[in-house]
Structures are given as structure tokens and as C-alpha cells.
């Protein structure tokens, strides 16, 4: 049944919690229909954002077991103190053999997740790398237009490939847990050099001396790095997410983010380039997918799988044939507009 975007649309703006699940769940699906209501959905919130102020949009990135969510829902509420709404997407990371997602984000974020002020959505990466799923800058836009003026990204947390979501957001906050590395690791890191925030987390206990070594490690790999932003050097905090330990100081850091990014030209200069590093990186997928989706690419993907399985023909020469017709494919189909 199709949806009636503008009575969905009147909902979500009204605060309509359950249909603003529906309305992400719409943008997320990839059905031809829903496509189609769905960037009608998207067209009127691109129009409503214009009367209102733009939000921030923060990655959150780190290892798997460094406390993203705990960290999160302290953040998120903090920022609600402050008289913010917070909107949350989580990505997680999908098996490669079942296909599926646990999507659990949200019962570790329990206090946020009730909150009136805050939205929490999981979401799966699917097969994408890069640190977010296929729609997440959809999602992101949607809830800035309809008032969530905090977004926090959590990122499936695998290393160095959250590079994607650097690209998408408007500050890039990387969570350590202490004894992470010492300052070699650190500037050899690549996930490292995109870091604005750098939060030590689990900094209590006995693990608060670690947690010390830790952040002098970083502090003296960051010094080594040139910086991504104008005006802007990266910041190394210590915090326990757990025990609420340091969160002021953290919510203060972001806020001197804010403040920085938003007294400069520099804020619209990156909106701008999100906007369109999205509309290349969004379509790069869209033709990955449609050309090995083609019947001929299919035919011959096929025959060359048999091929490299009967040993008469390598793997290189299948790929070299797939791609000079895949070359072909696209030089007819400009030939027929012509």
C-alpha cells in the first residue's frame, strides 16, 4: 500500500514519534515505490529546513567494546539538558554470512531512547564500508529538518573505514579505550588523523593511569598531524562514560566545536561539500549495483565463475573480459542517445 507522504509528512513535523519511524523506515527501504514516496518525503523536509536552523552532525566512531552507546546516551542527554533535541542513528554491522543485524543500539541507550527530546534509530550497514548504511545521510537530513538540532552517528566501529562517515558529518568524534596504542600507533592510524574529539573512555578505576599514558600518547601523536579543520585543534578528554565522569567537560568541548564551526564561513563551506561528496558517493553505488545487475553482466559473471572453477580460464582474464563489456555496455547506450 503507498504511503500518503504529505499526511506522514504533517505527522513527523507535529512530533508524531511512531510516525517518524515509519517515515525512516521509508527512506531506508529500497523498493521502487517507496523510492518514489520516499524522496517526495525527502523534498518537503528539504523545503521545511529552509525556514529553520541547521543542526550539527557528529560522527561517533571507535572499536567494538570502547562504550559508543554508553557514551551516547550520556551525551544525548546532556545535550537535552541544554534544551537540544537529539536525534541518533546507530549502524550496525551486518554478518556476511546470515545477512542479518542484531539492531540492539537502542536497549543500551534505555534513559535516551525514552526521552520525548531524543530519537534513537538502528540501522544496518548492509554490505557498504565506510563506517554507515546506504541511506544514513537521508536519515540525518530528515531529522534536521523536523528539529533535531543534535545528530549523533554511531558508526559500526571497525577501524580505519569510517572515512565515509568523516565525509558526511560536521565533526568527527573517535572514542579510545585506554592502552589503545602508543604515539607510533597513533599517527599510523588513519581513522586517527580524522579525529576532532578524541575521548579516552573507561577512564576510572584501575584503569585511570592507563587512561593518562594513554591520552599523553595521543596528545603527542596528534601534535605530528596537520589539522582538517580551520581554526580548530583536535582535543584529547578523558571521561567515563559509566560512571558520568567528565561528561561537562566533554559536552563543553563540543560546544566550543559548534561555536567555532559557526562563527566562520566554514560550517556552509563543509555543508556544501557533504552535499555533494553524497551525491557522487550515492550514485557510484546505484551504477555498481545496476551494472552487475545487468543480464549480460550476469551471463558472463557466471560463465567466468565456471571458468576460474573448471581451470580453463584465471580469474584475471574473467575480470578483464567483465570489464571491457561492461566498457561496451556503456559506450552503446551513449551511442543510442546520440
Not at 33 to 47: A, F, Y
Not at 190 to 217: M, P, Q, R, W, Y
Not at 266 to 282: A, K
Amino acid at each position: 500500500m503507498r504511503v500518503d507522504v504529505s499526511t506522514l509528512f504533517g505527522k513527523i513535523i507535529k512530533g508524531d514519534r511512531v510516525a517518524l519511524g515509519q517515515a525512516l523506515t521509508l527512506v531506508e527501504s529500497e523498493r521502487h515505490d517507496d523510492r518514489i514516496d520516499s524522496i517526495q518525503l525527502l523534498e518537503l523536509c528539504h523545503q521545511h529546513l529552509s525556514t529553520r536552523n541547521k543542526s550539527f552532525r557528529f560522527t561517533i566512531s571507535g572499536s567494538p567494546g570502547v562504550g559508543k552507546s554508553t557514551l551516547i546516551e550520556q551525551l544525548g542527554l546532556k545535550a537535552i539538558e541544554e534544551g537540544h533535541k537529539v536525534g541518533v542513528i546507530t549502524i550496525d554491522p551486518t554478518s556476511s554470512i546470515s545477512q542479518g543485524s542484531i539492531l540492539g543500539d537502542k536497549s543500551r541507550m534505555t534513559n535516551l531512547s525514552l526521552s520525548p527530546s531524543a530519537f534513537v534509530r538502528s540501522s544496518s550497514a548492509g554490505s557498504l564500508l565506510g563506517g554507515i548504511g546506504r541511506r544514513s545521510f537521508e536519515m540525518m537530513f530528515l531529522l534536521e529538518s523536523i528539529g533535531f538540532d543534535i545528530i549523533l552517528l554511531e558508526t559500526v566501529g571497525v577501524g580505519q573505514s569510517e572515512h565515509i562517515a568523516w565525509k558526511l558529518t560536521d565533526g568527527f568524534v573517535l572514542v579510545l579505550q585506554p592502552g589503545g596504542g602508543d604515539e607510533l600507533q597513533g599517527i599510523k592510524r588513519g581513522i586517527t588523523e580524522l579525529a576532532d574529539i578524541i575521548v579516552i573512555n573507561k577512564s576510572d578505576g584501575s584503569l585511570l593511569e592507563a587512561s593518562k599514558i594513554s591520552k599523553s600518547h595521543y596528545q603527542n601523536a596528534v601534535h605530528y598531524l596537520t589539522p582538517l579543520r580551520e581554526n580548530w585543534q583536535p582535543k584529547i578528554l578523558m571521561v567515563s562514560a559509566l560512571e558520568g565522569n567528565g561528561m561537562h567537560e566533554f559536552w563543553d568541548v563540543l560546544r566550543l566545536y559548534m561555536d567555532s564551526m559557526a562563527k566562520t564561513d566554514q560550517f556552509d563551506i563543509e555543508r556544501n561539500r557533504q552535499n555533494q561528496f553524497w551525491l557522487s558517493w550515492s550514485l557510484g553505488i546505484t551504477a555498481h549495483q545496476l551494472l552487475l545487475n545487468h543480464p549480460t553482466i550476469q551471463q558472463k559473471l557466471n560463465d567466468g565463475l565456471s571458468h576460474i572453477e573448471n581451470h580453463s580460464a584465471s580469474m584475471f582474464k574473467a575480470e578483464y573480459d567483465i570489464e571491457e563489456i561492461m566498457k561496451s555496455l556503456i559506450d552503446s547506450t551513449g551511442s543510442n542517445k546520440n
